[in-house]
């Protein structure tokens, strides 16, 4: 019944745009902090983004800070992951995830409880 949905992925040349959306069915994202992980192949995991339930606090990766800039529209259910100035590094399965508080480790996955199946972004040229 609790589900989250990545959208927006797909294949961009260097220096493009994306933008990825995380919408929320079974539930309101109102009162959860938002995360978007990253995962690209041979490497772990890693935390790309956060935003907290009233939006009064977001958190970057330094490899992003200045390209990727997270928001919410709660209306819509949904949290975005605009990303800018794309670079191959970026290459990688982007997820979702939701906990119902503030993480004290923004990039700790442990922290969320909700993940959606990724969406993937590739950036070659």
């Known amino acids: 019944q609790v589900q989250l949905v990545e959208s927006g992925g797909g294949s961009v040349q260097p220096g493009g745009s994306l933008r990825l959306s995380c919408a929320a069915s079974g539930f309101t994202l109102d009162y959860y902090a938002i995360g978007w992980f990253r995962q690209a192949p041979g490497k772990e995991r890693e935390g790309v983004s956060c935003i907290s339930s009233s939006a009064g606090s977001t958190y970057y990766a330094d490899s992003v800070k200045g390209r990727f800039t997270i928001s919410r529209d709660n209306s819509k259910n949904t949290v975005y992951l605009q990303m800018n100035s794309l670079k191959p590094e970026d290459t990688a399965v982007y997820y979702c995830?939701?906990?119902?508080?503030?993480?004290?480790?923004?990039?700790?996955?442990?922290?969320?409880?909700?993940w959606g199946q990724g969406t993937q972004v590739t950036v070659s040229s």
């Open positions: 995830a939701a906990n119902i508080r503030k993480p004290h480790i923004w990039y700790f996955d442990l922290e969320y409880d909700y």
